[in-house]
């Protein structure tokens, strides 16, 4: 079973930035889209931003868009979550899950149910 690992959290104050990474315990492990997802206290996880194999297309969450950056490694099959401009409202812990096959179209890359395999998740904490 192919384990999906996350790095890059951390604690840090508003406007700071984060990398957060995400790669697969197996370096060719192939999927349709790599995506991020949070989840804070108390809150239901929510999409955060995505990525498809073929065309690497970003899709972005309206709350990050202008301010977080996705994109992939090839050669390293390593998926990166760039975030800027943090602020306390960022901070839950982050998630990133692969979906293997794009059946249902774009549509699905936000919904965390299409998605075949998580990670343990890395936390993000933002302080005023």
């Known amino acids: 079973q192919v384990q999906l690992v996350e790095s890059g959290g951390g604690l840090v104050q508003a406007g700071d930035s984060l990398r957060l990474s995400c790669a697969p315990s197996e370096r060719t492990f192939s999927y349709y889209a790599m995506g991020w997802f949070r989840q804070a206290p108390g809150k239901e996880r929510e999409f955060v931003a995505a990525i498809t194999w073929s065309d690497k297309n970003p899709y972005y969450t309206d709350s990050v868009k202008g301010r977080f950056t996705i994109s992939r490694d090839d050669g390293k099959n390593t998926v990166y979550l760039q975030m800027s401009s943090l602020n306390p409202e960022d901070t839950a812990g982050y998630y990133c899950?692969?979906?293997?096959?794009?059946?249902?179209?774009?549509?699905?890359?936000?919904?965390?149910?299409?998605?075949?395999?998580w990670g343990q998740g890395t936390q993000v904490t933002v302080s005023p």
């Open positions: 899950a692969a979906m293997s096959q794009g059946l249902y179209g774009s549509d699905s890359l936000y919904v965390d149910v299409m998605y075949d395999y």
